[in-house]
């Protein structure tokens, strides 16, 4: 039987090993939070991030890295992407030799500006062809009720994807599809957050259908931009881990970075939005991150450049929609 290890108990994490563990794959969770492990591991269920949500009995819990490890064919990732490294450290001894990293995580890392499986790649000193990543319109709330839903699987290596495919295949429920496009769909996962939040703060200010969707297209541009300059695949932004993603993200109030950016525009503070924030909103931090790699390599993002000034200097949501609306006019396709 594959058996897989799953590294964090938060709502994606807990809830993309249940999925495993539904598809017939002998799935354990590691956390570092001895009550949820218990309440996991004992009654089958995540209080704390998946309150009323039952688990299957199949799926095991436990606080130590080495039990949740031990023979794993899968070692899934789902921590906040700017604790990856250092927690990865921490990990690496009891990593198996062959093992697939899998990356559940969408975030660029604040410093190097690697993308989280460039990261694994580093830490663990695997090749990338034992790395792969999930990604997609995969919002935890509809999941968790079983709505249906789609993401996609990437990995360098055609036999680990499809390997991967079919430890997370859930019919009718869950369907993976395979992207050997590693690059294109992890940018996809992370630049969607950035946008979401601009999204957030125009539908905060009351800005209306046109605003929202002109970000989410232009925002599209500009990780399509990112994408051509790093190599990546253009149509995977087409696909459900490039626009997919983004629409889910911008649009859903379930949305933990729309709703993060609609607080702002409703005139929160950013102390105000983090307090009342429980789950990390991963493009808070990474839309430095990915703007100090936009600009390592020449890519013109102007959204994400606002959302920046927004969150992290100060700048009024009022100003920045002046600041977008008032460039000079250009092709709709340029920098492409």
């Given at each position: 039987?594959?058996?897989?290890?799953?590294?964090?108990?938060?709502?994606?994490?807990?809830?993309?090993?249940?999925?495993?563990?539904?598809?017939?794959?002998?799935?354990?969770?590691?956390?570092?939070?001895?009550e949820?492990?218990?309440?996991?591991d004992?009654?089958?269920?995540?209080?704390?991030?998946?309150?009323?949500?039952?688990?299957?009995?199949?799926?095991?819990?436990?606080?130590?890295?080495?039990?949740?490890?031990?023979?794993?064919?899968?070692?899934?990732?789902?921590?906040?992407?700017?604790?990856?490294?250092?927690?990865?450290?921490?990990?690496?001894?009891?990593?198996?030799?062959?093992?697939?990293?899998?990356?559940?995580?969408k975030?660029?890392?604040?410093?190097?500006?690697?993308?989280?499986s460039?990261?694994?790649?580093?830490?663990?000193?695997?090749?990338?062809?034992?790395?792969?990543?999930?990604?997609?319109?995969?919002?935890v709330?509809e999941?968790?009720?079983?709505?249906?839903a789609?993401?996609?699987?990437a990995?360098?290596?055609?036999?680990?994807?499809?390997?991967?495919?079919?430890?997370?295949?859930?019919?009718?429920?869950?369907?993976?599809?395979?992207n050997?496009?590693?690059?294109?769909?992890?940018?996809?996962?992370?630049?969607?957050?950035?946008?979401?939040?601009?999204?957030?703060?125009a539908?905060?200010?009351?800005?209306?259908?046109?605003?929202?969707?002109?970000l989410?297209?232009?925002?599209?541009?500009e990780i399509?931009?990112?994408?051509?300059?790093?190599?990546?695949?253009?149509?995977?932004?087409?696909?459900?881990?490039?626009?997919?993603?983004?629409?889910?993200?911008?649009?859903s109030?379930?949305?933990?970075n729309?709703?993060?950016?609609?607080?702002?525009?409703?005139?929160?503070?950013?102390?105000?939005v983090?307090?009342?924030?429980?789950?990390?909103a991963?493009?808070?931090?990474?839309?430095?991150?990915?703007?100090?790699?936009a600009?390592?390599?020449?890519?013109?993002?102007p959204?994400?450049?606002?959302?920046?000034?927004?969150?992290?200097d100060g700048?009024?949501?009022?100003?920045?929609?002046?600041?977008?609306?008032?460039?000079?006019?250009?092709?709709?396709?340029?920098?492409?």
């Open positions: 039987m594959t058996k897989a290890a799953v590294f964090g108990t938060g709502s994606w994490g807990t809830t993309f090993a249940m999925i495993m563990a539904g598809a017939g794959t002998q799935t354990t969770l590691w956390g570092r939070r001895p949820i492990v218990e309440a996991i004992r009654r089958h269920e995540n209080p704390d991030y998946l309150p009323g949500a039952t688990l299957p009995e199949t799926l095991r819990a436990t606080t130590d890295p080495a039990e949740a490890l031990d023979g794993a064919d899968f070692v899934v990732l789902a921590v906040p992407s700017q604790t990856l490294r250092s927690n990865l450290i921490g990990w690496k001894p009891y990593l198996p030799s062959g093992a697939v990293l899998v990356s559940l995580m975030g660029i890392e604040l410093g190097t500006t690697k993308r989280m460039e990261v694994i790649c580093e830490v663990a000193e695997v090749p990338q062809e034992r790395v792969a990543v999930v990604s997609g319109p995969n919002l709330g999941i968790i009720r079983g709505q249906p789609a993401t996609v699987v990995c360098t290596d055609e036999r680990a994807m499809e390997r991967l495919q079919e430890a997370c295949h859930l019919p009718p429920w869950f369907r993976p599809y395979t050997p496009d590693v690059v294109g769909v992890e940018l996809g996962g992370a630049v969607k957050n950035v946008i979401a939040l601009a999204v957030g703060v539908a905060g200010m009351g800005l209306g259908d046109n605003v929202g969707a002109m989410m297209t232009r925002g599209l541009a399509s931009r990112l994408g051509a300059v790093l190599g990546a695949d253009p149509h995977t932004f087409a696909g459900l881990a490039g626009m997919g993603d983004l629409i889910a993200t911008c649009t109030p379930l949305s933990r729309r709703t993060f950016g609609k607080n702002l525009g409703q005139g929160m503070t950013l102390a105000e983090i307090a009342a924030t429980k789950q990390t991963e493009g808070v931090k990474s839309c430095e991150s990915v703007l100090e790699l600009r390592k390599h020449d890519v013109e993002m959204i994400t450049e606002v959302v920046v000034a927004v969150v992290h700048m009024p949501p009022s100003e920045a929609a002046m600041l977008l609306m008032s460039r000079t006019p250009k092709p709709e396709r340029y920098g492409v």
